[in-house]
Structures are given as structure tokens and as C-alpha cells.
């Protein structure tokens, strides 16, 4: 123990550094949160909480599963992979609570030319109007039924199930 | 046992250590979701692009996205001949209400949806200086807003321009991949409101996905490869015009 003799000031400054070092550690656990480095150099449980946030879109299988006379419709129509909110618009809060959220129809006026109105820049194959020429400003839904849209089918009144006009 | 205040002092600090470790090994969350069987990506077919827009509205209605931002928006390109390098490109809020309609012109015209790219390897996840911007383990790039300062370092180090500062929240935020829907099993808010199946949701980790044979029949392509970015947003039929 002779080399030791007169080391009692280094064992001191050690010391201090070990008690520095452990209030690092003290003070990390509480300031770094739980989760950081679960999966990597973040915030693991902000995933959960990004997962966690409520949706505005119902989806298409939540539709069909009361509206399954549309969707039947819809089948062998031209709209058939045209989803029910790409035109019904976000629609979840109806599929929690159908009494009391009633969404309203669209105007197809608006609505159909959005994706029909005649452009060279749109893909050829493509079925476009010139919405003024082809029905002079009326409703689209007055010759066509928007769920299958073919000529000549008498629009469909909304099904009891389909909700208030 | 006879234990010195010194040995005491020399055990603490690993058992801290130690402690660090066994926190660090909680299950995950959601049940159902297993983030390390998931791939996820997005499958981009510009040929069927009609430019209406109902990606960019259904994408601000589902994730509440300020006015004047944009976390997916389409552009118009109209290329004349001989002018590859110098497209002309617009896109009025976004391509939000549509494009304005062209007569027949001389040149092509066509519409590219655009998005973030969820890259593998992304520029912006290197840059965040406080770890509140990552890839998660199912290939998702992720802001944690509670956690970013709104520097901005990962605006300007995206090469595709898609993320942004929230103007009331001034933090970063960018395209989520609807990650709260496609946890559920649901497809994003743009690919549930696309009506030409122009854009579909994909998973790569999944071998029934239709993405695999889509991969090995068509050109498909990513934005700027020369970035190798490891960009999960696949383009088929991509023009060279294309920025």
C-alpha cells in the first residue's frame, strides 16, 4: 500500500467525477423519455401516438357493409373502383354514428366535371365532356345514374338505406 | 456481504446502466400490427393520372394539412418537342380544383402526383439534429412533433421539397404515409380517393402484394435515383421531362 500512501487527493477528485457522472445519469432518466433508442435515435412510443390518431375516411369496406345495394350497383358499372368518399367526401363520423350524422349529396354538376371535363392534357382513353356543350348546365344525375353510370337507366331514388336526398 | 462506500460507488453507475437496458425492452403498442412484417411504399401510375385532384383534398381533409400546404399535390407537365430539359410545369393550389383545360396542343401534356418519397435512405432523418425525425421499422419517414425544434434543416435537405413548417405549430411536417390508417388495415386517404387507381399503397415486405409482378412487367422508375435516396414511391411510365 506504500504506492498508495499519498494518493488520498486523487481518490478525492475520482470522486467527484463518479458523483458527477451518476448525477448525469440521474438527471438523463428523467429528461430523456422512456422510449428514446427503442428502435433508433427517436422517440419510440411516437409512433404509437402517430397510429393512434383517429381517421376521416371510413373506407370503402365500412361503406359496404350497410350500403351493400350501391355497392352491388357500382359492380358492373363504370365507377366500379371509384371508392364511395372519393365522391361522398370523408365520411367516418356517419360510418360511427349513421343516425345522427347525415352527409349530404353532392351536386354532380360540380362533381362529375371534376374528373369528366374534356382536356388534351388528360390520358386519351379517358371519358371527357365539355360539360357546357354536352348538357347545357344541367345536373348530370338528370340522365345518369352516378353509381353506374350508363345512358338510357332511369336514376335510382336513394334506397332506404342510402339516406335522405 | 461487506460492501465499501467505494464498491458502492463503482456498482452504481452500471447498475444504472443495466436499469437503462431492461427499460429499453418494452413490447410494442398495437397488438394486431407488427411493424417489422410491414415494407411500406407507394405505387405511382402517371398514364393513369386524370389530375382532378382528389388526392390532394382528400389528403387535407384526413390530416387537417394548413391551407397553402401541401403534403401530396399534382403537377402538370406540358413538354414541346425538342424542349425535354425546359418542361413547362404548373400546378394552381396544388392541383387542389384540377388543372385548366387545354385544347389540343403541340407537345405532351401529363400529370405527376407528387409525394413524399418515404425513402430507405433519406437525406432529411440524416440532417434532424435532435432525433425528431426518422424511418420507422416499417419503412415509414416519420416527423415526432413533439419533439422537433422547427429548424427546418429537413425542409431544405429533402430533395423532392415535401416537407414544410406548420404555420401554427412550427414544426416540421410532411406526408405521414397515413400511418394511422394503414396500422388499421386501411389504405392512405389519397389512395382510398383515387378514382383511377392512379396511386396504390404498397407493401414490398408482403409477397401476395401485386407490386412484385407490377416491379418485374412494367418501366418503373423513382425520383432523382442519382440522389440514392432509396425512394419507396414507384413511378411507372415516368417522363425523362420529369424533376
Given at each position: 500500500m506504500k504506492l498508495l500512501k499519498d494518493a488520498g487527493h486523487l481518490f478525492r477528485f475520482a470522486g467527484l467525477f463518479v458523483i458527477a457522472f451518476l448525477i448525469f445519469l440521474v438527471v438523463r432518466h428523467f429528461v430523456v423519455p422512456k422510449t428514446f433508442g427503442q428502435y433508433g435515435h427517436y422517440r419510440g412510443a411516437s409512433i404509437d401516438e402517430m397510429a393512434a390518431r383517429p381517421i376521416k375516411f371510413a373506407g370503402h369496406q365500412t361503406c359496404e357493409q350497410c350500403h351493400s345495394d350501391v355497392a352491388e350497383t357500382k359492380t358492373n358499372g363504370k365507377h366500379a373502383h371509384v371508392n364511395c368518399e372519393a365522391c361522398h367526401g370523408p365520411l367516418a363520423d356517419h360510418a360511427n354514428d349513421p343516425a345522427s350524422v347525415i352527409p349530404t349529396l353532392p351536386d354532380t354538376t360540380v362533381l362529375c366535371a371534376r374528373c369528366h371535363t374534356a382536356s388534351a392534357a388528360k390520358p386519351a382513353g379517358f371519358p371527357q365532356v365539355n360539360p357546357a356543350e354536352h348538357s347545357?348546365?344541367?345536373?348530370?344525375k338528370t340522365c345518369h345514374t352516378p353509381h353506374s353510370p350508363v345512358i338510357g337507366a332511369t336514376p335510382a331514388a336513394p334506397s332506404a338505406a342510402g339516406g335522405a336526398k | 456481504m461487506n460492501m465499501s462506500r467505494r464498491h458502492m460507488l463503482v456498482l452504481l453507475p452500471a447498475a444504472a446502466v443495466a436499469w437503462k437496458f431492461a427499460l429499453a425492452g418494452t413490447p410494442e403498442a398495437s397488438p394486431n400490427y407488427t411493424k417489422s412484417e410491414h415494407w411500406w411504399g407507394m405505387l405511382i401510375d402517371i398514364p393513369k393520372c386524370i389530375g382532378c385532384g382528389n388526392c390532394v383534398r382528400a389528403c387535407q381533409a384526413e390530416n387537417?394539412?394548413?391551407?397553402?400546404?401541401?403534403?401530396t399535390w399534382v403537377e402538370r407537365y406540358h413538354v414541346t418537342d425538342y424542349h425535354m430539359e425546359n418542361p413547362e410545369v404548373i400546378s394552381p393550389d396544388g392541383g387542389k380544383e384540377g388543372f385548366p383545360s387545354v385544347a389540343e396542343d403541340a407537345g405532351k401534356y401529363f400529370f405527376v402526383p407528387k409525394m413524399c418519397n418515404h425513402c430507405a435512405d433519406s437525406p432529411c432523418t440524416q440532417v434532424c439534429p435532435v432525433g425528431a425525425t426518422f424511418v420507422t421499422p416499417d419503412g415509414v419517414v416519420l416527423v415526432d412533433q413533439k419533439y422537433c425544434l422547427g429548424c427546418a434543416y429537413c425542409v431544405q435537405a429533402c430533395p423532392y421539397g415535401c416537407r414544410y413548417i406548420h404555420p401554427e405549430k412550427k414544426v416540421a411536417d410532411k406526408c405521414t404515409l397515413c400511418y394511422h390508417r394503414i396500422t388499421k388495415g386501411l389504405t392512405t386517404a389519397c389512395c382510398e380517393n383515387c378514382p383511377t387507381g392512379a396511386r396504390q399503397l404498397v407493401d414490398l415486405k408482403d409477397p401476395k402484394d401485386p407490386i412484385h409482378a407490377f416491379l418485374k412487367t412494367h418501366e418503373v422508375q423513382v425520383l432523382k435515383p442519382q440522389m440514392a435516396t432509396g425512394a419507396k414511391a414507384f413511378y411507372n411510365g415516368l417522363d425523362g421531362s420529369v424533376r
Open positions: 347545357g348546365g344541367m345536373p348530370c | 387537417d394539412v394548413p391551407d397553402g400546404f401541401f403534403r
